[in-house]
């Protein structure tokens, strides 16, 4: 009941930057959780930041210091700001949202439908 709309991939440098936004739509009665995460080719899924309703936010090792996670509240909406690009950080990301919805406040976890990060020179 809950889609999740991503945008802000394409081709980038590496030492470059990208934003990647994600807007959470349908009945949402609550956010709990909104986070990102990647995979490459051949590679499982992999966290890469999160941000929890009490604004904690947790990276991924390989992103420290380059990635910033942050959200809007009142647009339903998490962004990804990434700098300093490396190749190895090419993939698709996900955006993950997780929260109640409904009346009943049904505890739910949905997914965007990816976006293509390719970082080359």
């Known amino acids: 009941q809950v889609q999740l709309v991503e945008s802000g991939g394409g081709l980038v440098q590496p030492g470059g930057s990208l934003r990647l936004s994600c807007a959470a739509s349908g009945s949402i009665f609550s956010t709990n959780v909104m986070g990102w995460y990647r995979q490459a080719p051949g590679k499982q899924r992999e966290l890469v930041a999160t941000?929890?309703?009490?604004?904690?936010?947790s990276y991924a090792d390989s992103v420290k210091g380059r990635f910033t996670i942050s959200r809007d509240n009142a647009l339903n909406t998490v962004y990804l700001q990434m700098n300093s690009l490396k190749p190895e950080d090419t993939a698709v990301y996900y955006c993950?949202?997780?929260?109640?919805?409904?009346?009943?406040?049904?505890?739910?976890?949905?997914w965007g439908q990816g976006t293509q990060v390719t970082v080359s020179s």
């Open positions: 941000i929890t309703s009490g604004d904690s936010t």
């Open positions: 993950q949202w997780s929260g109640t919805t409904g009346w009943l406040r049904k505890t739910t976890t949905s």
